[in-house]
T-cell receptor, first 112, second 107 residues
Framework: EAGVTQFPSHSVIEKGQTVTLRCDPI?????LYWYRRVMGKEIKFLLH????????ESGMPNNRFLAERTGGTYSTLKVQPAELEDSGVYFC??????????FGDGTRLSIL | QKEVEQNSGPLSVPEGAIASLNCTYS??????FFWYRQYSGKSPELIMF????GDKEDGRFTAQLNKASQYVSLLIRDSQPSDSATYLC???????FGKGTKLSVKP
């Protein structure tokens, strides 16, 4: 069984540019989560999809971040325009029902 | 604000010893508790989960939960150098993570 897959593994962009991160969850998992770890801090929750619906987006830092999950399969997280403080590692996780979450390797985002 | 606290370490133990990792949480109503292991540059990997007070054992790993004291621990028996990693404690559904404890097992 393929695990959670994230693209790209690394992204380096300049401040003000746009970046889109992608997450492919484990097949059949209805729950999809985005998390972020900024340097020196703990991993923090961003939002939770159940199928294509946003169940909880209370962790999204501001309106420069837009997450979508059209069709209830893969998800994208767009940052527009990127700011220096957006640098960090963005993790995606998925689960089925109330089972524990399984994580991808993350996308390391660097804003210059 | 719900919080999860862990000693950042590093915790260093000799090979074959028991490693004890501890975590406290602030929300007394929390019901689900998870331990993840993370190697550098890799994904957090689920090691154990526990929902009820007491001990839960899986191979060399034992998770312990004490809801009255609001702490969760992870014991690793017969520690191996391959266990060297950062161990993350997490709580609830939209997971709240601690900063992680770095474990180093010396041969």
């Amino acid at each position: 069984e393929a695990g959670v897959t994230q693209f790209p593994s690394h992204s380096v962009i300049e401040k003000g540019q746009t970046v889109t991160l992608r997450c492919d969850p484990i097949s059949g998992h209805d729950n999809l989560y985005w998390y972020r770890r900024v340097m020196g801090k703990e991993i923090k929750f961003l939002l939770h999809f159940v199928k294509e619906s946003k169940q909880d987006e209370s962790g999204m830092p501001n309106n420069r971040f837009l997450a979508e999950r059209t069709g209830g399969t893969y998800s994208t997280l767009k940052v527009q325009p990127a700011e220096l403080e957006d640098s960090g590692v963005y993790f995606c996780a998925s689960s089925q029902g109330n089972q524990p979450q399984h994580f991808g390797d993350g996308t390391r985002l660097s804003i210059l | 604000q719900k919080e999860v606290e862990q000693n950042s370490g590093p915790l260093s133990v000799p090979e074959g010893a028991i490693a004890s990792l501890n975590c406290t949480y602030s929300d007394r109503g929390s019901q689900s508790f998870f331990w993840y292991r993370q190697y550098s540059g890799k994904s957090p990997e689920l090691i154990m989960f526990i929902y009820s007070n007491g001990d839960k054992e899986d191979g060399r790993f034992t998770a312990q939960l004490n809801k009255a004291s609001q702490y969760v621990s992870l014991l690793i028996r017969d520690s191996q150098p391959s266990d060297s990693a950062t161990y993350l404690c997490a709580v609830e559904g939209n997971l709240i993570f601690g900063k992680g404890t770095k474990l180093s097992v010396k041969p």
